[in-house]
């Protein structure tokens, strides 16, 4: 009673804080590294990211780190993950992931995992020369986490993530550290009800530095005979991290012995934005050596109009080898009023 007593009085603040910076000002665009926010992984993506609660396996490091501590889909202990999607001009992230259990049967579990987004090659132009010099340049954001979860009791899951984050264009550059951390919860309400939760990136401010802020001048320019190539640094500012809070409900509508139709909802809090709601619903059949599931999702709920694209769909399935081994598909389609279609795509492995 008193485990559970702490679990509400955690949730309660939770709460507290989000309400707080919900009627607080508006600082949305106000942070650096937004592509922490995006999501990774196409079951999270068709479900409208309203994923917090339902993950597992390698793919869990990136919505709530205590999800690697549950049991995978196919029933194992370690699993790989590997995702594409196909953004707008030129713009392409990748994830992979790795997690395997620490001793048998402990309920521990440790994982590895890699965010990536590559902006591709630009032209370098100047004012002399604005259809381009012949060189190109790149961007690209970077996220390397680790992660250790375990199951505290039988229901109950908590994990942590320590991760470096890295910004780069040109030759200039940002890093810092952050941490994200999470819990799910099991009960024995209306067909298996699971809650969670989980903070991500939590750390430190990033400023950009590198050879484009140094340059040469002459801080007397009236006087002759100084120093007219005086060593000096633009000063770049600093910038808070998308610290985000999320809130999730996984209520099993129907659930059978190979048919189950789960019904999601997030809540969702970021020190750069409003509050905002998210759904999704998954209708999956399920058998020894098969399970299919097919998506739906509707994100943003609250932001209304700010935003480009509120539904989103997908499917995956599983197929476990008489080995052992399980792959496993995920797709999933998410379109954008203006910017057209994006397409995710993941393979998962689990032995």
């Not at 610290?243 to 012995?257: C, M, Q, T, V």
């Amino acid at each position: 009673m008193r485990f559970m007593n702490k679990i509400i009085i955690t949730l309660q603040i939770f709460v507290l804080l989000a309400a707080t910076q919900a009627y607080g000002q508006s600082r949305v665009g106000t942070s650096a590294a937004p592509f922490l926010t995006m999501g990774v992984g196409a079951k999270g993506a068709a479900l409208g990211h309203a994923n917090t609660v339902n993950v597992s396996g390698a793919e869990a490091m990136y919505w709530n780190p205590s999800g690697i501590a549950v049991q995978n889909e196919a029933g194992s202990s370690s699993s790989a993950f590997f995702s594409f999607n196909e953004l707008f001009v030129d713009v392409s992230a990748y994830g992979a992931a790795l997690v395997f259990p620490i001793g048998d049967n402990t309920g521990k579990n440790f994982g590895f995992a890699v965010n990536y987004v590559d902006y591709g090659r630009m032209d370098v132009r100047t004012v002399e020369e604005q259809e381009g010099t012949g060189a190109t340049f790149g961007a690209h954001d970077l996220s390397i986490g680790l992660t250790y979860a375990q199951n505290l009791t039988e229901s109950f899951y908590f994990g942590g993530t320590a991760k470096l984050i890295q910004q780069k264009i040109y030759d200039m550059s940002a890093e810092t550290f952050a941490v994200d951390v999470g819990f799910l919860l099991e009960t024995e309400y209306l067909n298996g009800l699971t809650i969670g939760a989980s903070i991500s990136n939590f750390g430190g401010k990033m400023q950009m530095d590198g050879i484009n802020s140094q340059y040469f001048l002459d801080i007397d320019p009236v006087s002759e005979g100084n120093n007219e190539d005086v060593a000096a640094r633009v000063y770049m500012d600093k910038w808070d991290l998308p610290l985000s809070f999320r809130f999730g409900l996984k209520i099993p509508a129907i659930k059978k012995d190979n048919l189950e139709l789960l019904l999601l909802t997030d809540a969702q809090q970021t020190n750069d934005n409003d509050l905002n709601l998210d759904s999704g619903t998954e209708l999956s059949y399920l058998s020894n050596t098969v399970k299919f599931h097919a998506r739906a999702g509707y994100k943003d709920l609250l932001l209304g109009d700010r935003v480009d694209s509120h539904f989103t769909f997908g499917a995956g399935f599983i197929l476990k080898t008489a080995t052992g081994l399980a792959i496993g598909v995920d797709f999933a389609q998410v379109p954008y009023e203006y910017l057209g279609q994006t397409t995710i795509i993941d393979l998962k492995l689990y032995f």
